[in-house]
């Protein structure tokens, strides 16, 4: 099973900046698309971004264009979310995910390794 593993969630200001990382030492990312979703209380997940394999191609949800950064380092394992200007509507559980193959998807079912989940809450 995979086991992907989330940190950084935290509570902090309306216009900061937050980053979120995720890897695991039983998980192996370096040959999969991975990416983040989240879900609000009330909400449905929402996509929020996601990078191939390479990292040459990446894509992210349209309320936070602009604003987050996805990336990820292969060596290391571990994918990165950098959040900036953070408005309080970024406020939810935030979620690694792993694809199926190198390629991202915009979709829950293109991601059938899930983590456990972050906290982010942001306050106005």
């Known amino acids: 099973q995979v086991r992907l593993v989330e940190s950084g969630g935290r509570s902090v200001q309306a216009g900061d900046s937050l980053e979120l990382s995720c890897g695991g030492p039983?998980?192996?990312?370096?040959?999969?698309?991975v990416g983040w979703f989240r879900q609000a209380p009330g909400k449905e997940r929402e996509f929020v971004a996601s990078?191939?394999?390479?990292?040459?191609?990446?894509a992210l949800g349209d309320s936070v264009k602009g604003r987050f950064t996805i990336s990820r380092d292969n060596a290391k394992n571990t994918v990165f979310l950098l959040m900036t200007n953070l408005i309080p509507e970024a406020t939810a559980v935030y979620y690694c995910?792993?694809?199926?193959?190198?390629?991202?998807?915009?979709?829950?079912?293109?991601?059938?390794?899930w983590g456990q989940g972050t906290q982010v809450t942001v306050s106005s």
């Open positions: 995910v792993r694809s199926r193959d190198r390629t991202w998807s915009l979709r829950v079912p293109g991601y059938p390794s």
């Open positions: 039983e998980v192996t990312i370096s040959d999969y698309a």
């Open positions: 990078i191939n394999a390479m990292s040459s191609s990446s």
